[in-house]
């Protein structure tokens, strides 16, 4: 494969959110017998999933498929409150590793809702965290996925909205929204702080910077993962001319040559970046392209820091910032 040099964006790959729910799925699977439940993919990424399947963990998409008592987790994308209160109800332990930064969003919904505003939410249908968000208030949000749809609103001008998005937007896709919305709607609120996701935002910021030098762009990511699908939609934007996503190492074709661009979706690990890189064999080595450090740490969901002291476990906790997820998942094995 002639590829000459490989521009290796950074930031890629796991995003905090991502560190701290796939650690506390493996605090999960080490402190509880197999099976341990988990509430849709714990985040999106096929290689992830499958390692977990492989420890004994079992994803299901109703909380009624989980047995009486069993122990659940819940995925990093949000999830609904009456999904919540059921899983509660079961009467196992249950930790939400809930990303924060969801967890803003649903906060600034159920707010905007109670105070009677017109929650204008811009997301991706059927998208996990999309799904969660909208049901903290139903009757007040409308799911808006283009400026096309936004134009076909029903609803006056003077209208008190809010405008909200899904963390993992692709930035040129939510400023169009952004503007129309601006343009069109007099009483309008926004949070101080955008909604999307600054890992989502840093990883598109990357990627741009590599994109137009690239013959090629690789992005490492499965295709339900939303942030995933907005690095293509990125690399494409700047102006590349091809464009691949890719699941594996397996999945890199035989015909790239020149200068290849490589990142990553926040679902991804390290390791198939480096399992890439390694098939690309670039001949002149991997220019490493850094716009920003990223130094942001989510701690371990609450209720599993209880769990964790309750089995005398919170001291594995001690450095708990410093491990990070891709190590914990090579080591960490089932009870027997």
Sequence with gaps: ???ERVLLAQPRG??????????????????????VYCYHEIVHNRVVVDRFRALGVIFVDDVSEVPEGAPLMLSAHGTAPEVVAAARANGGTVVDAVCPLVTKVHHEVKVRASKGLTV???????HDEAVGTMAVAPGAVILVQSEAELDA????????????????????????????????????????????????????????????RADAVVVIGSENSSNTVALVATARSAGCARVLRV???????DDLAGVVGVTAGASAPEDLVQAVVDRLAPQQGVELVQVTIEDEYFPPPRELRKVLAEHGRDGGLANDRTLTASQVLATITPRS
């Design 14 to 35: 796991f995003c905090a959110g991502v560190e701290m729910a796939i650690k506390a799925l493996a605090w999960m699977v080490d402190v509880f017998d197999a099976p």
């Design 1 to 3: 494969m002639p590829v």
């Design 247 to 253: 699941n594996s190492v397996d999945e890199i074709p």
């Design 120 to 126: 204008i939410y811009v997301g991706h249908a059927g």
């Design 153 to 212: 609103l029903d609803l006056p001008a003077d209208t008190p909205v809010a405008l909200l998005a899904q963390t993992t937007l692709a930035m040129q896709d939510w400023a169009g929204i952004l503007d129309k919305a601006k343009a069109r709607f007099t009483n309008l609120w926004m949070p101080g702080r955008s909604d999307l996701c600054f890992a989502t935002t840093n990883r598109q910021t990357a990627l741009r910077a590599i994109a137009d």
